[in-house]
């Protein structure tokens, strides 16, 4: 189910994906993911938008990167996982996944999920 959740302080839909994953992930405020990401990206010398500046990140905070046992769409995967939380590559995009439910500025259930992180215990 695709919940509405644009937390972009201009809100602005473009370009962020990352960002706004990242705030419904870890329950922080745009601008506090935004820094937060940035530093990462400063400290291993990359921008914090490329997946293995966020992957990393997400590591550093109690996630791990698993992979797909079949090919599904975002929509698919909730269906698939109704508890837990996830945040999902699809190759272009990053969207958080909680208890089943699609957190995002648009509805992104079609897209194809390419690999996932998900909190780790």
Known sequence: MWVAYNPNRRERYTNDCVIRAITKA????????????ALTG????????????????????????????????????????????YVLATGSHVVTVIDGAYYDSWDSGGEPVAYYFEEDD
Do not use: Q
């Not at 870890?26 to 990401?37: C, E, H, P, Q, R």
């Not at 010398?45 to 769409?73: Q, V, Y």
């Open 26 to 37: 870890l329950d922080v405020s745009w601008g506090a993911a935004y820094w937060m990401l």
């Open 42 to 85: 400063f400290e291993e010398g990359d921008m914090p938008s490329i997946s293995s500046t966020w992957g990393l990140f997400l590591e550093n905070h109690g996630f791990r990167r698993a992979l797909l046992k079949k090919r599904c769409t975002v929509r698919e995967f909730c269906a698939e996982h109704p508890s837990g939380l």
